[in-house]
């Protein structure tokens, strides 16, 4: 049951196309049209609305922006909608989600989800759970060993990814640890160069034992001694203009005329409050001085030069100055220095036990890795015996009766890779497994790499047979085709109209070609149709049905739409697949 459609699609200055809105149905859809009339752009347009890159290039000539808009029809429950609905977006009657995106002619994009503005990475999260696009790239793709391995892991499911997981967690760790060993290994010299000097400077710091603000109260101190004789007789002359010269009679104290100032005040000072606080003002002078002069008497009498005294002041200076040239700007960056690089040669100490931890981690985790690497191996190769018969059956309906699919699961030696019994073998972020696609086309064919053994009509059901598979166990809403039937004639066409059908009773499909014997089989016909006005080119999509659907079954089959003889042919693809149903 198709839980999921996309309902209806409205395209606006994208290419040649100039406005053209078009409603799909919820089984088979094929796109046709001449060739140049834009049936690419249908492609393109659904992709820019599943969050593909914006071109600007895209714009059609002459305008200022390309719209593509998109009605999706999605059920209550689909992963889809609640992922939609838990970025703000709203659904119409809870079930509707209308997404749309804007690609400006500079080159700047919109997109909105639910009538909300969304993040273009939002567009690609609901298109895993809405549509897959194949085109003519996706046949490119699956030539490639890479995309076949993950073909084949998608369709184990999570009887590859468990392990695949486990994988990759302790490959990562593994890297990791390889890293900081080799990093470790390679800066061994430069380490024990580091060490050296860390030490060295540790022993000379050591060995001078400054103390915090050393240097401050050396250079304090020098200034002091060196200018003793000049401080002391500053210090006398000051005493002595203070307490008076003894030596004179009638020479006064500082002490003696603040005294005489204040009983000059105290008389009248209860007259004036300002007066009485300039004499206690005055107070506090006379009390001033006495402690000044008490203090200066005692620095004369203590300092005397020492010349000894001094030198050794100096020289401790000039020691001091030796360990800030190399280490810090004073004594206290000095005392940093030799903080942070004890710290640093402890580190550094420590690494050889770090690279001996890190080398037996190393080994625990390449004995782990390859427990994982044995598991992948043993859950792709059952999966590769499945995915391979169900492939094989596909193509039986495909026109290709005698064709046999293998996956051929193998891996490399490599004396530096990984022990996995008794081999050493190669390996990756993905294990050590290389997964390569055979196709026998014929009875007596030995099977070959697809890349090498498959026609481009064989590539095509290949790719088609692997995607009905795939609707099996991996289902999404809707397969968007773009000419997979390229390379496809005849009885062959026929069929894969008819598997695609098939395939449209559990899944929306639409599908762009250019064949005949596919579009018959469609539920619903679009022909897009170009015109030209002389000047601009417009094309539009329509539905055709009746007469105008067997017309253009007649151009696909004969260029000629009035052909009686074309006409007979397409009226008898369209019984014959009317019939099939």
């Known amino acids: 049951m198709v839980v999921s459609v996309l309902e209806e699609m409205r395209i606006q200055a994208l290419g040649v196309i100039d406005d053209a809105a078009f409603e799909l149905s919820p089984g088979f859809t094929a796109v046709t049209g001449e060739t140049g009339a834009g049936k690419t752009m249908v492609v393109t347009s659904l992709g820019l609305l599943l969050g593909g890159r914006a071109d600007a290039g895209l714009v059609r000539a002459g305008a200022d922006s390309a719209v593509v808009e998109g009605r999706f029809a999605l059920g209550r429950d689909a992963p889809a909608a609640r992922r939609a609905v838990e970025a703000g977006a709203e659904l119409d009657d809870g079930t509707v989600l209308l997404i749309s995106r804007t690609l400006s002619a500079e080159g700047r994009s919109r997109a909105y989800a639910g009538g909300r503005f969304a993040p273009v990475g939002l567009l690609t999260e609901l298109s895993a759970d809405l ?280 891996q490399s030696e490599d004396p530096e890779g990984l022990e996995c019994g008794d081999r050493v073998l190669a390996y990756g972020p993905q294990g050590t497994d290389e997964v390569e696609l055979l196709l026998a086309a014929h009875p007596g064919a030995q099977p070959r790499p697809i890349a090498k053994g498959a026609s481009g009509g064989e590539l095509s059901r290949v790719m088609l047979a692997v995607e009905v598979v795939f609707a099996g166990s991996d289902p999404v809403p809707t397969y968007l085709f773009d000419e997979v039937d390229a390379g496809v004639g005849g009885k062959a ?52 049905v009746g007469e105008d659907r067997v017309r253009e079954l007649s151009r696909m089959l004969a260029g000629q739409e009035d052909s009686e003889l074309a006409r007979a042919h397409a009226q008898e693809l369209l019984a014959a697949a009317r019939s099939d149903d």
């Open 493 to 544: 066409a026929v069929e894969v109209g008819r598997r695609l059908a098939r395939l449209a009773r559990s899944a929306q499909v639409v599908v762009v070609t250019h064949l005949p014997q596919v579009a018959a089989f469609a539920d619903r016909h679009l022909v897009v149709e170009k015109t030209n006005d002389g000047s601009v080119t417009r094309s539009g999509v329509q539905s055709v």
């Open 131 to 410: 549509v897959a696009v194949h085109g003519q790239t996706d046949q490119q793709g699956l030539l490639r060993p890479a995309r076949q391995r993950e073909a084949l892991d998608r369709y184990a499911g999570d009887a590859v990814a468990a392990p695949l997981a486990a994988y990759g967690e302790a490959y990562g760790r593994l890297r990791r640890v390889v890293e900081e060993l080799a990093e470790l290994t390679d800066r061994a010299r430069e380490r024990a160069q580091e060490a050296d000097l860390l030490r060295f400077g540790l022993e000379e710091i050591g060995a001078a034992e400054p103390r915090p603000a050393e240097d401050t109260e050396l250079a304090a101190e020098a200034e002091r001694l060196g200018h003793a004789e000049a401080l002391g007789a500053a210090a006398a002359s000051a005493h002595a203009a203070l307490a008076g010269d003894p030596a004179d009679p009638e020479s006064v104290d500082a002490g003696t005329v603040v005294a005489g100032a204040i009983r000059a005040l105290e008389a009248v000072r209860a007259h004036d409050t300002r007066l009485a606080a300039l004499a206690d003002r005055l107070g506090e002078v006379q009390i001033l001085l006495g402690d000044i002069g008490g203090e200066l008497a005692g620095y004369a009498d203590d300092l005397e030069a020492d010349p000894l005294r001094l030198a050794a002041v100096e020289e401790r200076r000039a020691a001091l100055a030796q360990l800030t040239r190399k280490y810090g700007e004073d004594v206290a960056a000095v005392l940093q220095w030799a903080q942070d690089s004890a710290a640093k040669l402890t580190e550094l100490d420590g690494d050889d036990d770090r690279i001996s931890a890190l080398t037996e981690e190393r080994d625990a985790l390449r004995v782990e890795l390859a427990r994982f690497a044995e598991q992948l191996t043993r859950a792709r190769a059952a999966a590769a015996e499945s995915l391979a018969v169900a492939v094989t059956a596909e193509l039986g309906e495909l026109a290709m009766p005698h064709a046999r699919v293998t996956f051929s699961v193998r």
